[in-house]
């Protein structure tokens, strides 16, 4: 139940941030398309089942699109987000120490390293798709790798900060690895 | 048979991928296309709600800006009053004609409606400003959106009840008629999705004059926004070899980051013009399949 709240105020804060700051913030660049609202279904627990995890997906990418006008975008993106997540997951993490011990994905139960790697993967699956629908109405291929690349790189930029700014309390859920 | 089920009970997770992915892609064309998708609807009430409730406390930190502009719009008016001006004191005198039919009659084309904008985007390839006042308050499609001091912001491409969505002039598909102030010549004006800095004036004839820095205003072949209304500076002349056209680059009169409070303009005549338009067309291509 706590879990469910949690994630909850966490979709609504992540929301609220991508619709009335990112995008509001004055243009940076035509190429350099900062968002965030990823990092809810990165935090997501482990335990939520890989189809669950794809109809969260889609709903979160449809609020996202109520709000930006343009329906069915981020939530196609968003469902290529959380169809390899479980995929990297498992290629990442060893299963014993980490899914049987902590709650969700972070730096602590993943450690740094494997953890980056899990983010980068994802935020860029994510950008590709997302751009890509984008310019399949309208523009060049050298500008599609570009702006994939320079939106990519400025999500990471945010999204490490935030991992060290607000370490998650990494609570086990048995006393064995304590 | 059996197999087939077992088939899709194992890889089940991947077949609702592809169904969500599906619905998903098939949400985002069938908008593109008609701009008319059903949820949109409902989705435009709870959103701009929200939008709303957003846009009241932001409003606070923008009236200086919008005062200012206001302010300015005031002066402009303030000036055209005729107490301003003095009649010289000559041998003219007025003289009524006798003519019994009333040429100066005159009949309203534009009708101007309040409203502000509560959502807003300029970052992406297909901008949309989202407006408080919907099919209730009269608002149509193709009525055209002017900013508060009176540039033009974009058309009203489709209603709710209490809210309204306007295709800005930062949309790739947006194509708006417009002039050159000096000499009247029109062109099309585009965007190109890159610079939300820099719109597109298309179709100018290089025997035009045109320097750097010369005013656009709204053309009065448009059948949407009001003739005069300014649209832009010349910032930028690209003279393409190729063909008979310039290229301009044309810097937008509204800020579009920051707008507050716009005016909605009713063509009042659109209907009639846009259905002449569309049976002429139709009756000439009639007649060039059954020749008389």
């Not at chain 1, 109809?55 to 979160?60: A, N, S, V």
């Not at chain 2, 005729?82 to 003219?92: E, G, I, K, W, Y």
Request: hydrophobic residues 45%; contains cysteine; proline residues 5%.
């Amino acid at each position: 139940m706590k879990e469910i709240i949690r994630n909850l105020l966490r979709l609504v804060l992540f929301l609220f941030i991508e619709v009335f700051v990112l995008h509001k913030m004055p243009h940076l660049h035509r190429f350099i398309s900062p968002s965030l609202y990823f990092l809810f279904l990165f935090w997501l627990p482990f335990s939520i089942s890989p189809r669950f995890l794809l109809w969260i997906g889609l709903i979160t990418g449809l609020l996202i699109d109520y709000f930006l006008q343009s329906p069915g975008l981020h939530a196609s993106a968003c469902l290529w987000l959380c169809f390899l997540r479980p995929f990297i997951i498992g290629v990442l993490a060893p299963r014993e120490s980490s899914e049987f011990n902590y709650r969700e994905p972070s730096p602590q139960s993943l450690l740094w390293a494997p953890y980056i790697i899990y983010i980068t993967l994802l935020t860029l699956a994510h950008h590709t798709w997302l751009v890509f629908l984008e310019w399949l109405s309208f523009g060049s291929f050298g500008d599609f790798l570009i702006k994939v690349l320079a939106s990519t790189a400025i999500s990471l930029l945010l999204i490490i900060p935030i991992e060290l700014l607000f370490p998650r309390s990494n609570r086990f859920r048995t006393n064995v690895g304590g | 048979m059996r197999n087939v089920i077992l088939f899709i009970r194992r890889y089940l997770t991947f077949f609702t991928f592809l169904f969500l992915q599906i619905v998903s892609l098939w949400f985002l064309y069938s908008f593109n296309q008609f701009h008319q998708a059903q949820f949109l609807q409902t989705a435009n009430e709870i959103t701009g709600e929200v939008n709303k409730r957003y846009k009241n406390f932001e409003n606070f930190f923008l009236q200086g800006e919008e005062n200012r502009r206001l302010h300015r719009v005031n002066d402009s008016l303030l000036n055209l009053l005729s107490q301003q001006l003095v009649t010289p004191d000559t041998t003219r005198r007025l003289v009524t004609d006798t003519v019994l039919i009333d040429s100066s009659r005159q009949y309203r084309r534009y009708y101007f409606r309040p409203a502000s904008v509560v959502f807003n985007s300029t970052n992406s390839e297909k901008n949309y400003i989202q407006l408080d006042r919907g099919s209730l308050h009269g608002i149509t499609e193709n009525m055209s959106v002017l900013n508060s001091d009176g540039s033009a912001v974009g058309i009203v491409v489709h209603v709710s009840p209490r809210f309204a969505q306007v295709m800005s002039l930062l949309h790739v598909r947006q194509k708006v008629n417009v002039s050159l102030q000096k000499t009247g010549d029109f062109g099309t004006l585009e965007w190109d999705g890159k610079d939300p800095g820099l719109l597109l004036l298309k179709g100018l004839p290089k025997s035009v004059p045109v320097k750097v820095g010369d005013p656009v205003v709204a053309s009065r072949y448009s059948f949407n926004f009001p003739p005069g209304y300014p649209v832009g500076t010349v910032a930028e002349i690209i003279s393409d070899k190729s063909t008979n056209f310039y290229l301009l680059k044309v810097k937008p009169a509204a800020r579009f980051n920051n707008l507050q409070h716009v005016f909605v303009v009713e063509n009042l005549q659109y209907a009639e013009q846009a259905t002449l338009d569309q049976e002429t067309r139709k009756r000439i291509e009639d007649s060039k399949r059954t020749p008389r």
